[in-house]
C-alpha cells in the first residue's frame, strides 16, 4: 500500500537512491536537502510530493511533518566523513547527535507513529575482532564519526524506551553505487581511467577486508524492515567474509 515516505539528505549518495526506489514502488515523497535539486536530477525523484531546502535543525521542518504527516522518516543526512570529524569534532557531532535529537523530539510532539530509519555506520565497531561483525559485536568506535553515529544510536533506543517513538537502526558497511564521487571504489576507478596516469599505489599490507553493499541494497534493507514492522538495529552489508 501506497505510503508518505520523507527522506532527509534526499541530495546525497545514499539519499538519492532510496527517494528514486521508494518513489519507484509507488510511495509519495518528500525530500529535505540543504540545497535544492538539480534540474538534471528530476528523473531520480519519482513520484515526488515535494522537496524543500533546509540546514537542519529547522523549524519548518516541524510544518513539514504537520502538514505531510510521513508514516517513514528516513534519516540521510549528515557528515559521512570520518577525516572531517576527526578535523571538526565538534561540528560533526551537532550534524549527527544534534540534528537526530530534533527530529526525534518534533516526532514525538508531532508525529509520534511515524517510523524513524537512522542510517547509521559499521564505523561504531571500531576494528571487530571477529569477521563477519554481527550486531551482538561490541561496539568500540574508534573516530569522532563512529562516536556521534553511536550517540543518536542512543537517542533512537531512548525515545524508543521512554517514547514509544519506533525506530530502526541501520548500520551500513562500505555503500557503493552510481553517483559515488568519493571513497576507495570511486578514487581507484577514477586513476585506472585517466590515460595520464601511469601507476596507481596502493597502500596497506593487502590483506585488509571491507564488506561492499550496494545502495540499491540498503534502499531494500529499509523496504523489507519498515514492511515487517520490524524495529532494532540491523547489519546491512553482504556478510560474505572474502575467504569464504
Known sequence: MPERILVTGAGGFLGSHICNYFGRQGHSIAAIDRVPAPPETAALYPNLWNSYA????????????RDFQPALLIHCAGSASVPYSMQEPYDDFQQAAGVTAFMLETLR????????????????????????????ASCQPISPYGYHKYICEMLCREYKSIYNI??????????????????VVFDLCKKFSDPSVKRVELFGTG????????AVDIAQAIDRIHTAGASGVFNVASGIHPHQ
Open 207 to 214: 590483506s585488509e577486508t571491507r564488506d561492499f553493499v550496494h
Open 166 to 183: 519506533k525506530s530502526s537502526v541501520i548500520r551500513i558497511f562500505s555503500a557503493y553505487g552510481e553517483r559515488l564521487r568519493k571513497q
Open 109 to 136: 510532539k508531532h508525529m509520534p507513529s511515524c517510523h524513524f530509519v537512522f542510517l547509521s555506520s559499521a564505523a561504531v565497531y571500531g576494528n571487530p575482532q571477529e569477521l563477519p561483525v554481527s550486531e551482538k
Open 54 to 65: 533546509m540546514s537542519l535543525p529547522d523549524k519548518t521542518f516541524i510544518s513539514i511533518i
